[in-house]
């Protein structure tokens, strides 16, 4: 069993499209996470969930709009697609990361291309 | 958001050489650091975890923290061509709520 799985793994689209891309997580962690990979691999935080609540909001274009249903999952909706939101999106999830020797799990990220 | 930096390579080392890793980062109330390993096309995975100052050593690979200098490096004993990979280092503080990544070093290992 995949322990973080999102999907789609690709996704092409055109500007001005509505996208999501959905996240799941069996591994009973309480936060799950959003994070942005340009294409110089700098990985960027865009959204953190505790158990259904935000408790991370960086500075991020409100088109971006995460939606939590219940703790295994974190969704990612993007309004009005732009050339600059191309880039890979990971999820990832952790119990508590500040002593917690396992750190982040990722899922396998969603590969976003806008053209 | 607090600043994590590394040198982005690429670092070269032939194989069997010991390939060392550096980072410092800004937030001096920092608690926890890890240090990611990414191969091209795929995520990131957990190779060391370390929140003492001082070494702590796995296989071939050994990690050193300095809270003083506010510094954090990755040593990777005899190094193999399947090492060449970009190595991501990740502090977390008491303020925040999520890993900070470093822009992460590319290292190429060469037979």
């Known amino acids: ?22 996240c799941e997580q069996n591994l009973g962690h309480d936060t799950m ?65 500040l002593t917690n020797p396992n750190g982040y799990t990722f899922g396998s990220g969603t590969r976003l291309t806008v053209v | 958001q607090k600043e ?35 191969y091209s096309g795929k995520s990131p995975e957990l190779i060391m975890f370390i929140y003492s100052n001082g070494d702590k050593e796995d296989g071939r690979f050994t990690a050193q923290l300095n809270k003083a200098s506010q510094y954090v490096s990755l040593l990777i004993r005899d190094s193999q061509p399947s090492d060449s ?10 303020s925040g709520y999520a890993l900070n990544f470093g822009k992460g070093t590319s290292l190429l290992v060469t037979p």
């Open chain 2, 85 to 94: 990979a970009t190595y991501l280092c990740a502090v977390h503080s008491n």
């Open chain 1, 1 to 22: 069993d995949t322990a973080v799985s999102q999907t789609p793994k690709y996704l092409v689209t055109q500007m001005g499209n509505d996208k999501s891309i959905k």
């Open chain 1, 33 to 97: 996470y959003w994070y942005k990979q340009d294409s110089k691999k700098f990985l960027k935080i865009m959204f953190s969930y505790n158990n259904k609540e935000l408790i991370i909001n960086e500075t991020v274009p409100n088109r971006f709009s995460p939606k939590s249903p219940d703790k295994a999952h974190l969704n990612l909706h993007i309004n009005s697609l732009e050339l600059g939101d191309s880039a890979v999106y990971f999820c990832a999830s952790s119990q508590d990361t």
């Open chain 2, 4 to 38: 994590v930096e590394q040198n982005s390579g690429p670092l070269s080392v032939p194989e069997g050489a010991i390939a060392s890793l550096n980072c410092t980062y800004s937030d001096r109330g920092s608690q926890s650091f890890f240090w990611y390993r990414q």
